[in-house]
């Protein structure tokens, strides 16, 4: 298994371009979920989906839209991107529900950058 | 308020030693999971340990064990025989309320913090 891939590695952008995120995942998970990393605030959540045609927002879903058409892939949208979207971007997945299954998996994270 | 606190920005370490990472949280739920997740310098993040709310002893995976005080609100995270591989970011996080359905079951993180082993 590849687990949860991300591409690309790095990006930049100007303001006001739009762009996609990749997410996959190869485990056959119903769960997944975009978070954004800022130094020294964690990761918060952006959007999530508990399976395909399911997406609900998350923390801080302004400015970014998603779609999950199949179970494997969750693509995140910038609609118009912004300085302050500049962030470390990571999509994690999870099986469901229950001790062995809750846990999430994270992929290796998209650095954007927007000037 | 916050919901995870880490109180420790950092954290050094002889290798070889023990070390405890702190982190108290918030919430009103009964039904509730802790996580502990290691971020290297390399950026991805690692699953460690998971503690449900309801398990009565606590979580431990190798050299990583959690000491959960309910009552405390802590979930502290306690590597054993600390490696210079141990460096590295350490988050906290909890999820509250269902994990299925339509809920989801967010996830909240700390923080963190960052562990310096020493040789």
């Known amino acids: 298994n590849a687990g949860v891939t991300q591409t690309p590695k790095f990006q930049v952008l100007k303001t006001g371009q739009s762009m996609t995120l990749q997410c996959a995942q190869d485990?056959?998970?119903?769960?997944m979920s975009w978070y954004r990393q800022d130094p020294g605030m964690g990761l918060r959540l952006i959007h999530y989906?508990?399976?395909?045609?399911?997406?609900d927002q998350g923390e801080v879903p302004n400015g970014y839209n998603v779609s999950r058409s199949t179970t494997e892939d969750f693509p995140l949208r910038l609609l118009s991107a912004a300085p302050s979207q500049t962030s470390v971007y990571f999509c994690?997945?999870?099986?469901?529900?229950?001790?062995?299954?809750?846990?999430?998996?994270f992929g290796p994270g998209t650095r954007l950058l927007v000037l | 308020a916050q919901k995870i606190t880490q109180t420790q920005p950092g954290m050094f370490v002889q290798e070889k030693e023990a070390v405890t990472l702190d982190c108290t949280y918030d919430?009103?739920?009964?039904?509730?999971?802790l996580f502990w997740y290691k971020q290297p310098s390399s950026g991805e993040m690692i699953f460690l340990i998971y503690q449900g709310s309801y398990d009565e002893q606590n979580a431990t995976e190798g050299r990583y064990s959690l000491n959960f005080q309910k009552a405390r609100k802590s979930a502290n995270l306690v590597i054993s025989a600390s490696q210079l591989g141990d460096s590295a970011m350490y988050f906290c996080a909890m999820r509250e309320g269902d994990a299925g359905g339509t809920s989801y079951g967010k996830l909240t993180f700390g923080q963190g913090t960052i562990l310096t082993v020493h040789p």
């Open positions: 919430t009103s739920d009964q039904s509730y999971g």
């Open positions: 994690a997945s999870r099986r469901g529900q229950g001790r062995e299954q809750e846990t999430q998996y």
């Open positions: 989906s508990v399976g395909a045609g399911i997406t």
């Open positions: 485990m056959n998970h119903e769960y």
